[in-house]
């Protein structure tokens, strides 16, 4: 099984940036896709990047310019920066990756806990 955690959430300014962190653990053979979506209240979890191994980063046009998807494969480690924050970036991020454990024929999505990001003066 493969488990992943968020964090780096919090309470910042219009403007500020904060950065998100979601870490994998566990029996991990290898992770095929990781990627970053958020939820607000009422509404349908929606992808704000995601990155196919291989592959160019993909944003949601409301964050491109403004959000970075990074990885550290060592760490089996996904990375958002999140800059230029506005109000409407306010939700809970969650982390998500395509992952094969050790001794799994197929990948499957794992999905984090969640994480808050609130923006507001």
Not at 41 to 58: A, D, H, M, N, T
Not at 61 to 83: E, I, P
Request: glycine residues 12%; aromatic residues 10%; contains cysteine.
């Amino acid at each position: 099984q493969v488990q992943l955690v968020e964090s780096g959430g919090g309470l910042v300014q219009p403007g500020g940036s904060l950065r998100l962190s979601c870490a994998a653990s566990g029996s991990i053979f290898s992770i095929n896709a990781v990627a970053w979506y958020r939820q607000t209240p009422g509404k349908q979890r929606v992808l704000v990047g995601r990155i196919i191994s291989g592959g160019e980063p993909y944003y949601e046009d409301s964050v491109k310019g403004r959000f970075t998807l990074s990885r550290d494969n060592a760490k089996n480690t996904v990375y958002l920066q999140m800059n230029s924050l506005e109000p409407e970036d306010t939700a809970v991020y969650y982390c998500n990756m395509k992952a094969r454990a050790v001794g799994s024929l197929w990948p499957v999505d794992y999905w984090g806990r969640g994480t808050q990001v609130t923006v507001s003066s």
